[in-house]
Each structure stands twice: as C-alpha cells, then as structure tokens.
C-alpha cells in the first residue's frame, strides 16, 4: 500500500471524477446551508437537494465535490465519540460523486471499485461492501448485488444489511430515497471493536424510489445518485496511522496543541483524550467562524459557542488556565488553507473571536466547577435538570459539557428536568427570555429564584409605578440603598422599560421616588433571562429597596427607536425580495441613532439594488399599512407564514409582527421588540452604508423618521458647504486663467466640477510651459566641472513636478555629458530636489538617483528613484545652498 498525503487523496479524488468521468467540480458550499431546515452543513448533498428534490434543474448532470462538513449537535452530533474512537470528529471533509438523472449502479459501482483499488491501491482482499437485504417495504438489491459480482467479489465478501443500516431518505415524509452499498476496510483482527475494525470509507447512496403521502414507494422516473467518501478515513488507512488525529490532516494541529500545553501526547490516556478534543474542536471552530458564524446562545452560534468551552475545559483539565485557545487556528489555516483560503482570509477574525469567547468563559469557569462540584458530591446517580438549567444560565456552561463532567463522575443528567426548567424560563418567548447571558453573576439567578421574572408592562404603557426589590452596587453586590452621585442597578417588580434583546437597545428613561423631589437617571435596561436590570445613576437624594417609584421612559429615543425596529422588518422583507429567500439574518441593532441589519450574502449589493430596496420599503411607507402585534402558539404563527430564525428558540406562545394585511402583505414576523401602529408613522428610509463584516456577511446600516429628517438636513448643509468650496476654488483658478490670458480655453457648462477640472488641466499646462520657459531662461549658468563635465543648477523656485520632469526628461534625452539638479521649493516651504544624468555618464558610473539622495540628506531628507531621472524631498531650506554645493563638488570629483 502507498502512503499519500491527504492533499493528494483530494487531487486524485477530484481528477478521477473529473477527468476520467467527466464530473464538473464544485467548491465546497459553506457550513452554513441555505436549507433553512438545516443547523449546519452535515453533507456533501446539501447543496444539491433542490436538484435531488426536482425543485431545480441543474446546469450540469455529474458532480464531484469535496465538502466541508459539521457533525455537531442534534441526533447526528459524534460529540460524544471525539477522542474515544479512532474516526469520529465535529469537522470533517466528505469526497463526494453525485448524479442527476444520469448514470446509475451500473457505472458508479464499478467506478468506486476502480478507484479504491487502482487509485488508492488498497489490497481487494481487505475490501467488503453491503447492499440492501430487503424487507416487506422494498425488495432486495439483487442489481447492486448481481455487479459487486461481476466485479470478482466473493459472496461472503457482500454483506446483505436491513433498513436501519443501508437504506437512505426521504429526507421528510414524503421524497425520494433508496438502497446504499458501502464500501468497508478490513484493518485487522487486532482490532476487537467490529466499528474499528471494519471501517466503513464510502457510501453509495441509489435514488430510485419515491416515498408519497400515502407511504407507498415507487420507482423515480430520473434516477439519482449521492455518494460520500471521508477524507479523513481514507487518509487514516493509506497512511497505516492508529487514528486520525495522527494524520497528515491533524497532526501538525495536535503537535501544536502539545506544545502549547506543554502535553507531552502519549503520555496518559487521560490527557490523550484532551488533546485530541481539543485539536478535533480547534479545526471545526476554526472553520466555523471562517464561514461566518459567531458565539451566540442560539443555533450554530450556540454550538460554536459549545465547542469554545469545551475545548477551554478540556484545557483546564491539562492545567491551562489562561486563553491559549486563540494561539491555535494558525496551525489549522497553515494546514488547510492551500484548499480552504477563507481560513487564511479570515485569520485575524477567528484567533480575535475565539479568544473573547474563552475569555468570557475564564470569568466564571471557576465558580461553575466549584457548584458543579457540589452538585457531583451529593448522593443519588442523577442531577436535577433545574440545577443544571442553572448552572448553564448562571455560569455558562452548556449542557454538553455539564454532561461531560457527569459521565467522567459516573452521573448522569436529568435531561427531562433540564427541558422543563428551560421552558419554565421561556413561557414568555417573545421577550426572548431563554437569550441568556453567558457571563451572568450568580447573583441575577439567585434573585430570579427569589422574586421571579420582571412583570413588562412597557407595550402598552410609557410610565407606571413599581416597587424596589433589590438594589446592586457596581460589584454586582446586593445593598440597601444608593446615594446621590453613585451608580447601580435596580430590580422592580414591574417595568415599562424595554431590556435590551432582539437586537433593540435598552429604554433609558427616569425614575422618581413618590411623594419626593428625588430624582434618578436610567441609562440602560437590561435583561438577565427574566429579569429586568434597571441601570441607574442618582441624580438626587437616594434611594433605598422597598421604596415605591414611579417609572417614565425616554419618549424622544423609544420612539426613533421603535422607528427604526419597525423599518428593518420591511427592510428585511424587501432583502429577501431583492436577493432571495436563502437571504438569512446574522445580527442586528436597533437604536435611536440608526438601525444596523446584518445578513448572508456572498456579495456586495450594487446601487440599483440599494435603489430597489429604500424604494420597495418607501412605499410600504407611504401606503399607510396597519401594523398587527397578535400573541399565538408557535405553529399557529408558521400556519400565517411568520418569518421565524432556524436556531432562535421560541415556546409555545410567540409574538407577531404583521405589517400590511391580505391586498397588501409587506411582512410578518416574531418579534418581542416596540413597533408602530401603521408604517406612515416611519414617515421615511434611507439606507447610509452597506459594507462586508465577513466572508459571506454583509451589513446595512440605514435610518428612519425624524433621524432620517436630520440626517437630509445634514446632507445639505455639508453639499452647501462643499460648493461654497468649489466655487471659491474655481474663483482661484478663473484669476490664474486671466493672469495667462486663457479664459476663452474653458468650454461653456454649468457643472462647476467640470469647469474646475478644465481650468485645472489648462493652468497646469500653461503653468509648466512658463515655468520651462523659466529653467531655459537659467540655462546661461551651466557651469562646466574640472572633469569635464557639464552642470546645470537652478535657482530655488516653485517649478511644479510636472515642468521640472519634462524639462530633465528632454534636456537628457538631446545632451550628452551633462548633469540638471533643479530645486523646487513651493509657497507653503515645501522643499524637493531633482536630478536628471544623461546616458553617457551613467555608463561612467554617475547615478541620478545617488546624486539625489547625497543632496537631500544634508536638509534631512531623502528619496529615489532611476538612474537616469531621480528625486528628494528635504526638510531644513537653510541649508539648500550647503545641498547644492555638496552635490557639485561630488560630481566635480566623481570622474577624477
């Protein structure tokens, strides 16, 4: 067997398809799909299912890919296996040969048989494949079966498997599917494990049936076929290594990670395991953040967030307790960047989000491993799903990891609980309760306990009355009370100002205490789960917990505000217009000042398309449509066609946003953000900058209403000011052009622009001419050296480059055994030296751009340039005279 290196196993992978079979190669698509139905990229058919599904037709009828793939999360997650087995990984690459309706078994059975065998070279007798067994649903593979023959298997070589094992799809109820045949290495009876000793490489899947709703299966008219291959697999077995962290794929990251540990691998089962789930998670994150994905609490952020984490426990366990985490995706983009150069592209940007993800772990790991702790100690197998709902909310810690620690204690979890106390905690999910913060103190859980979530009265009300529960001084510690001058957080029993989430910017406002003169500054509002923290800075008096208050939010910012939050809902729908339905959203912010929307698109948005955009949500605008806030169960509200985010998580009652009615729908979506009651009062849009944020991101930043009035007004008043600049600049240039009588060279228009770039061109010329005419005038003072040669030194002026370079360029071009040193000194002082050095004497050595440079470093400055034609700039003009004469003895004595 040969050993191959992993970037040979892609070449040959994509060459045997391409160039034998005549597949069309395509990139990788991203981990994150457009499948909305889809967390992450999971396999190499996904950017096919339209195709597979017949939603789309396909440019091309063969395709070979090599695909980026996450495993991490929901039932398919190999979480768990990571470092336990030698194959299993979060991150893998999937070699993949696919079929429209073109080819079938007859040809891409043979094909892997050729390319296992020919190609890879490994040995057919340690080679078994499976085929479909059949049951009382479909038939036995007898095709599949009847051409492995042919192909000089033996019988017992063919392992006939069930349904569970070898038969693919419908991806839903109802769609195609069909029987697999896959493809099995023997690597030896010194294995004992069966999955690690025959290790399955490739996986044919056959599309021939379709699954309809009254679940009967019948034959496809068009044929299909989906095929996966793991590179890391293969690379395993052709590179004879015990598991695939010893690959040429993670080797070179594992070796880094010991280093950076300072782990020596094979030193202990124990730490083995932790370096190998960090090196497997490190690569996956590092190609997460590289498509675009950030640390969130929801969806793939949640997950990126998870594998962060873990992979910071896992080195806390080999004694790291600082971030080293961000040290590590450079090894990764060295490795793989030569076929993934988003790795490279994006570098900065992972090593800088994965060390403030760690960061923000490293502030409460500490006292999550100390609770933790105290949970194991106590009697009974199980942990309270409540308890680890709140070691999750209170200290960050994802389920995943508080599972790892358990299994390690022989625990386990009460996963039950866990989902009752996080719906507990969600009943109110158009406040977005469960977008907990990661990095809470323990003390918000405590009072979330005592008192219960915040009752929010603030969509229906600007102001109201509450009570003091408690009060937080700048530590985060419990007090009494909060005197004049100092600041703090306050939690009431009930609020009308908006916490922060969602994207919209916490309620500023105030708060006065009743029956008094005392007056308090709210300066944000922020939610802790279910809790709302009220931040406060005492502008008068004090106060103290018990005291009643009376609650007045900011009306000036709430209503730019909520302005701004209803405009980029019709943004957002008039987006998904513009570039399609796969648009996703990847962040947003709503505020007084402006709204900002980030969104997917491999693209920046051309001007037509910015036009098309303000001018769809305009007039959504001007059509004055009402705007519905309904509470409903969830699916009831994806019955409407609610516009709701794959990863966000919702409960079983949610609010929605709908704007426009049944004529006229301009959008609908869950929201638990302010909003106005019809589109006029928005009274207008314009967006101010669309830019990129990251591969495959763009951001929008627009405004709304009276801030888009202001933002107009602004506008002119800066358009005012710069044609006052233009015109007083072209007056400038108008008096140049009567000085050299060329008025009657300026064409008529009214555009003073163009006018000024005209006069601009013609002083120029004109301005060179005489000054040209200036350095002829001063050709009586060449002076010719005791060598021989001749030299031209001008009077100091302000020349222009332009003259100088095409009085030097002519004079060298026509003379012969002469040297022009010009300085050019303008109005404001600014000094610049040229030199010009005909071609005869650069044969003798006398380089105008060495010449230069002496003249110039006697006022401090220095340049370059060629050898022909050169200059400096200088800094000290008293000593001009002193440069000058230096340079003239040089050349005096340079042929001596």
């Not at 059975?109 to 296992?116: F, K, Q, R, S």
């Not at 040193?821 to 380089?847: M, P, R, S, W, Y």
């Not at 220095?862 to 005279?881: E, M, P, V, W």
Request: net charge neutral.
């Amino acid at each position: 067997m040969s050993l191959i290196t992993s970037k040979q196993i892609r070449q040959s992978w994509i060459d045997f398809f391409s160039k034998e079979h005549g597949h069309k190669h395509v990139q990788s698509s991203s981990l994150i799909p457009d499948n909305p139905t889809l967390l992450l990229t999971g396999a190499g058919m996904v950017q096919f299912v339209p195709y597979f599904l017949g939603l789309k037709e396909s440019e091309f009828k063969r395709a070979v890919t090599i695909q980026k793939c996450a495993r991490v999360g929901g039932k398919d997650s190999d979480l768990e296996n990571i470092g336990r087995t030698s194959r299993h990984h979060s991150f893998f690459e999937m070699l993949g040969n696919f079929s429209f309706g073109d080819y079938f078994k007859a040809e891409v059975i043979p094909w892997a048989w050729d390319y296992v065998t020919r190609v890879l070279e490994l040995p057919k007798e340690k080679l078994i494949v499976s085929v479909f067994a059949g049951d009382e649903i479909t038939p036995f593979d007898s095709e599949a079966y009847e051409i492995w023959k042919k192909l000089g298997l033996d019988e017992n070589k063919i392992k006939k498997m069930g349904r569970k094992d070898v038969f693919w799809g419908p991806p839903g109820p109802t769609g195609p599917c069909g029987p697999c045949s896959e493809i099995y290495f023997d690597r030896g009876d010194s294995f004992i494990d069966p999955d690690e000793r025959f290790l399955e490489i490739w996986n044919l899947v056959f599309m021939q049936l379709e699954k309809d709703e009254e679940e009967k299966f019948k034959p496809l008219t068009k044929k299909n076929i989906d095929t996966g291959a793991g590179l890391e697999r293969i690379a395993l077995i052709l590179q004879n290594k015990p598991n695939t962290f010893e690959t040429d794929l993670l080797k070179p990251v594992l070796d880094n990670v010991s280093e950076i540990t300072k782990t020596p691998y094979k030193k202990n089962d124990r730490s083995d395991l932790s370096l190998k789930i960090i090196t497997d998670h490190i690569r996956c994150i590092s190609f997460l953040i590289a498509d675009g994905v950030r640390p969130s609490n929801l969806g793939r952020g949640y997950v990126l967030r998870m594998l962060i984490r873990r992979a910071a426990r896992f080195g806390w366990l080999l004694g790291i307790k600082e971030s080293f985490l961000h040290k590590l995706p450079k090894i990764v983009s060295d490795n793989y960047s030569d076929f993934y150069p988003e790795l490279l592209k994006n570098l900065n940007v992972i090593c800088e989000a994965t060390k403030q993800e760690e960061e923000r772990f490293g502030e409460t790991i500490e006292r999550g491993l100390v609770y933790l702790d105290e949970l194991l100690s106590k009697s009974g197998q199980t942990i309270p799903g409540e308890e680890v709902f709140n070691l999750y909310s209170t200290y960050g810690f994802p389920l995943e990891l508080t599972t790892d620690i358990a299994k390690e204690k022989d625990k386990n979890i009460d996963l039950k609980g866990f989902e009752q106390a996080k719906e507990k905690h969600s009943e109110v999910s158009n406040k977005d309760i469960f977008s907990v913060k990661l990095t809470d103190k323990k003390v918000y859980g405590d009072l979330l306990k005592e008192f219960g979530q915040t009752k929010f009265i603030g969509y229906s009300q600007e102001q109201c009355e509450a009570k003091i529960l408690t009060i937080l001084n700048s530590k985060g510690e419990r007090i009494e009370k909060i005197k004049e001058g100092e600041k703090g957080e306050v939690i009431l029993d009930q609020t009308v100002f908006y916490a922060e989430s969602g994207g919209q910017v916490g309620d500023t406002g105030t708060i006065s205490i009743l029956n008094t003169q005392y007056s308090i500054l709210v300066l944000d509002t922020q939610r802790h789960e279910g809790l709302f923290s009220h931040l406060v800075s005492i502008k008068s008096g004090e106060i103290k917990v018990g005291d009643k208050v009376s609650c007045i939010i900011d009306l000036f910012k709430r209503n730019r505000t909520k302005h701004h939050h209803s405009v980029t809902h019709l943004m957002h729908s008039a987006l998904r217009k513009t570039f399609g339905e796969a648009l996703q959203q990847a962040g947003s912010e709503v505020n007084p000042e402006r709204t900002r929307f980030d969104f997917t698109l491999d693209r920046g948005a051309k001007p037509e398309e910015i036009k098309k955009i303000e001018d769809m949500v305009n007039t959504w605008i001007q059509k004055k449509l009402p705007v519905e806030i309904k509470e409903m169960s969830f699916d009831n509200a994806i019955k409407t066609g609610a516009l709701a985010f794959f990863g966000d998580k919702y409960g079983d009652i949610v609010r929605v946003i709908k704007m426009g009615d049944e004529k006229d729908l301009a959008s609908v979506e869950l929201c638990g953000g302010t909003h106005v009651k019809n589109t006029s009062e928005i009274g207008g849009f314009k967006i101010v900058k669309e830019s990129s944020i990251a591969a495959g991101t763009r951001r929008i930043e627009a405004v709304a209403g009276e801030v888009l009035k202001e933002y107009l007004k602004k506008l002119e008043e800066e358009n005012e000011a710069k044609n006052k600049e233009l015109e007083e600049k072209y007056k400038k240039l108008h008096e140049k052009l009567i000085k050299l009588n060329a008025t009657n060279e300026i064409k008529e228009t009214t555009n003073l622009q163009e006018k000024i770039s005209q006069a601009e061109k013609v002083v120029l010329k004109l301005e060179a001419n005489q000054n040209i005419e200036k350095l002829k005038s001063q050709e009586e003072k060449i002076q010719k050296l005791s060598n021989g040669v001749y030299m031209f030194i001008s009077e100091p002026g302000n020349y222009g480059s332009n003259a100088i370079k095409t009085y030097i360029e002519n004079k060298i071009k026509a003379d012969l055994n002469s040297i022009f040193i010009i300085t050019d000194l303008t109005e404001e002082n600014k000094l610049t030296f040229f030199a010009g050095v005909t071609k005869d004497l650069i044969q003798k050595n006398i380089k105008a751009k060495e010449l230069v440079n002496k003249i110039a470093e006697v006022t401090g400055g220095k340049g370059g340039g060629r050898d022909d034609f050169a200059q400096a700039g200088g800094k000290d003009i008293s000593k001009i005279n002193e440069a000058l004469e230096l340079g003239k003895k040089a050349m005096s004595e340079a042929l001596l």
